[in-house]
């Protein structure tokens, strides 16, 4: 059984640094690409941050490019987003996805999801 854990969200002030990680288990994800995504109160999930877990190629939104960095350990499976710079702007629940689907920005990309970390920033 496929599984994501995040964890890592919380409360921090605007200008301050945040870690997630995600865990993944249940399968080989070596052919992978995963993903961060944000979906904010009354807002569309939207694309954050993606890594290709095997050759270490990412991708970033506009929003984030800058201030946010993805990365991956395969040796532990996991996969971290390190948020600086945080504004308020960027409060949301964070969810892990990994897939194989084409369209690295998109939902319909990822076939498995995590259940969300939340993650605020108090201005």
């Known amino acids: 059984q496929v599984q994501l854990v995040e964890s890592g969200g919380g409360l921090v002030q605007a200008g301050g640094s945040l870690r997630l990680s995600c865990v993944a288990s249940g399968r080989t994800f070596s052919s992978y690409r995963m993903g961060w995504f944000r979906q904010a109160p009354g807002k569309e999930r939207e694309f954050v941050a993606a890594i290709r877990w095997s050759v270490g190629i990412t991708w970033y939104a506009g929003s984030v490019k800058g201030r946010f960095t993805i990365s991956s350990d395969n040796a532990k499976n996991t996969v971290d987003l390190q948020m600086n710079s945080l504004k308020p702007e960027d409060t949301a629940v964070y969810y892990c996805?990994?897939?194989?689907?084409?369209?690295?920005?998109?939902?319909?990309?990822?076939?498995?999801w995590g259940q969300g970390t939340q993650v605020t920033v108090s201005s």
């Open positions: 996805a990994a897939g194989r689907s084409p369209g690295v920005l998109d939902l319909g990309g990822y076939e498995y």
